[in-house]
């Protein structure tokens, strides 16, 4: 064997070695992710493409591989939402507030957050349908469990939706107490413009 033909060798065996390590890495970060994850993100898609019979079956796929699977009920809750299923969407946050309360631990930072954004999505709603007093209650709860994630929206969404005063959690729950403090008669409950691009928040 030549030293070129060696030389060769050597370097087609490192490329070969270089190739299996990323794609054993690879093939590792795929299918380490937590069950019910990856359709779960696929149901995301579909929610934000509007294909709302697509998004509940990758969710329902989410939920048969991990039940109560958190990002998978807050997706059929945004689905609900959505589709103005408005009794469908409290009964699916309910249900992910109370499973919530019952499993969360201290140091689970992501399951607080997703309860958080529970309660104030859970208060769009109530919003929507004009129930404000529940839904002052429920921004107050969200900002109660984890201020943070309901926080308003960044200098980034402002540009990428040209909203440049956006509505947020804290704003909307000093809003109506302020408003359900008046005598009923002198209530202004719901400005469209601004109540139209409330953000919900996604798992």
Known sequence: ???????????????????????????????????????????????????HDEALDYFAQALKTQPDHRG???????????????DDAIAELTYLIDFSNRTLTADDTTGRGVM????????????????????FDDYIA???????????PGMIHQVLYGIPDPSSVLKRAAYLQKQLKLPPGQRLMRVPEIDEIQRMRKP
């Open 142 to 152: 969200a900002l109660r469990t984890d201020e943070g994630a309901v926080e308003e």
């Open 1 to 51: 064997m030549t030293a070129g033909v060696l030389r060769r060798f050597i370097l087609l065996m490192i490329a070969l070695i270089v190739i299996t390590v990323m794609g054993t890495q690879a093939y590792e970060s795929f299918t380490a992710r937590a069950p019910g994850d990856m359709e779960t993100e696929l149901g995301v898609q579909r929610l934000e493409d509007g294909k």
């Open 72 to 86: 998978a009920l807050m997706g059929r809750a945004l689905v609900f939402i959505q589709a103005e299923r408005y």
């Open 116 to 135: 958080a954004a529970a309660f104030a999505n859970r208060g769009i709603v109530h919003d929507r349908m004009g129930h404000y007093k529940n839904a």
